[in-house]
């Protein structure tokens, strides 16, 4: 069972101001949630597959085929800086990291 410590202790961590109704709204609450995972770790699971979907679902993406862009020089002429071939941006990283 969660105490209303416990749930100062998460409010300060997750940076919340509770009331003090809060506080007790929310142990009685979270009270509840952890007794009901509790009713649920009793259920014998042993002989069940895990499983990420309770139906199958099927990706409807289309297959990625790569395909060089006819107008590439176009497209880095539109550039505000080019090296060559590429796109020249700036550098974000410190010499530090």
């Given at each position: 069972?969660?105490?209303?410590e ?21 142990t009685?609450?979270?009270g ?8 649920l ?25 790569l ?8 497209i880095?002429?539109?550039?505000p800086?080019?090296?060559g ?10 010499k530090?990291e």
């Amino acid at each position: 069972m969660i105490d209303r410590e416990q749930v100062k202790k998460v409010a300060n961590l997750a940076r919340l101001e509770l009331s003090q109704e809060e506080e007790e709204k929310f142990t009685t609450q979270l009270g509840s949630i952890l007794d009901y995972f509790e009713q649920l770790n009793e259920i014998d699971v042993e002989d069940i597959e895990p499983t990420t979907r309770a139906i199958d679902m099927v990706n409807v993406t289309r297959k990625d085929n790569l395909q060089p862009y006819p107008n590439r020089d176009e497209i880095l002429e539109t550039a505000p800086e080019q090296e060559g071939e590429y796109f020249r941006v700036p550098k974000i990283m410190n010499k530090e990291e």
